[in-house]
């Protein structure tokens, strides 16, 4: 499993607007193979500032799969015209913990 975080700088005063268009592009990511979970977070010092946090099953799943599908394409209509500039996007893997005790 991986974990995407996408770094989401929204236009000032179009938050609302854009969390509602997150919650239908919420339903469409959902539909993604190897999709597993995801949840947005809003930065409390900047109000123009959320980050996206996507657990895939592989890199693969996103970077090739999503990102290539018309599923992105309808994703990325419903919520980049808030966007104030583009996402920075960063893919993460889970080192700790390992199983292994302290």
Do not use: N
Not at 66 to 76: G, T, V
Not at 77 to 84: K, Q, T, V
Request: hydrophobic fraction near 45%.
């Amino acid at each position: 499993m991986i974990v995407e975080i996408a770094d989401l700088s929204i236009q000032p005063g179009q938050q609302a607007s854009f969390l509602t268009a997150f919650a239908a592009a919420s339903k469409v990511i959902a539909r993604a193979t190897g999709y597993r979970q995801h949840v947005l977070q809003h930065c409390l010092e900047r109000d123009t500032r959320f980050v996206l946090l996507v657990e895939w099953e592989t890199l693969e799943d996103h970077t090739e799969g999503f990102r290539q599908s018309p599923l992105f394409a309808e994703w990325r209509a419903l919520i980049g015209p808030y966007f104030a500039a583009p996402p920075t996007v960063e893919h993460f893997a889970q080192v700790w913990p390992t199983g292994q005790t302290c």
